[in-house]
């Protein structure tokens, strides 16, 4: 039977400093400062989770999470490790850097299992991470409805399943994405989207609509209008 071990996160911004003395600070206080990155020890073993770049994302935008499990001296292995997100979060794709007999660490692409609304999984017959480390990388649509300003952060943790020790679990790691506005690129191309003229939005060689609109927002412009099957919108063909 597995045991579960619930352990405190330290996040960046999880001590402040009294007359000399590390306190910790309030759950409101560490909210209101949208931590990025957070970490927990567990024996051997360093686990870490972030947002990678920057953590402020608009509805309907992508944000990644990447979580670290560092071991010392080891043989056990990493069965299972599972990220516990805000429901406003929906997976699309998992990378994943591990040791592989005979090619050593690298990048591959993985599949993950949606456990809940709130829990994503990265599954293995088993990593080695002996004085080494496997790390998961989570990439997540926001939904439309988030409201901007609002913090993303509940919940906020993970679960690291081992091959025969017991599980690691930290509840509540205070990582968290703030919802921002949509600029004026994301608009635009929202809308055509919406629209059914998201193919318009795209260029010929393959470049996003954003990095269009940022060098030539003119020529963007034209580009789109150029593109628009004016009958087909009337109803007309």
Known sequence: MSVT????????AAALSVTGLAVA??????????????????????????ILGNNEVAPGGEVTTEITVKAGATFETVKQIVDYHPAELEPVSVRTEAYFAGGGHKWVDDAFSVLSPTATAVNSSGWTVALGHVTVRITYKVSEDAEPGSL????????????????????????????????????VTGSLDGMG???????????????????????????????????QMLGLS
């Open 197 to 231: 003229l998201g193919s318009a939005t795209g260029s010929a060689d393959g470049g996003s609509a954003g990095s269009q609109i940022s060098s030539d927002p003119s020529g963007f412009v034209a580009d789109v209008i150029n593109q628009l099957d004016l009958g």
């Open 25 to 50: 600070a309030p759950a409101t206080a560490q909210a209101a400062t949208c931590e990025a990155a957070a970490s927990v020890k567990d024996g051997t073993y360093n686990i870490s989770k972030r």
């Open 152 to 187: 993303l952060n509940d919940p906020s943790g993970l679960k690291v399943v081992y091959g025969i020790t017991s599980d690691t679990v930290a509840d509540d790691m205070g990582v968290c994405v703030k919802i921002r506005e949509k600029n004026v690129v994301e608009n």
């Open 5 to 12: 071990r619930r352990l405190a996160a330290v996040g960046a």
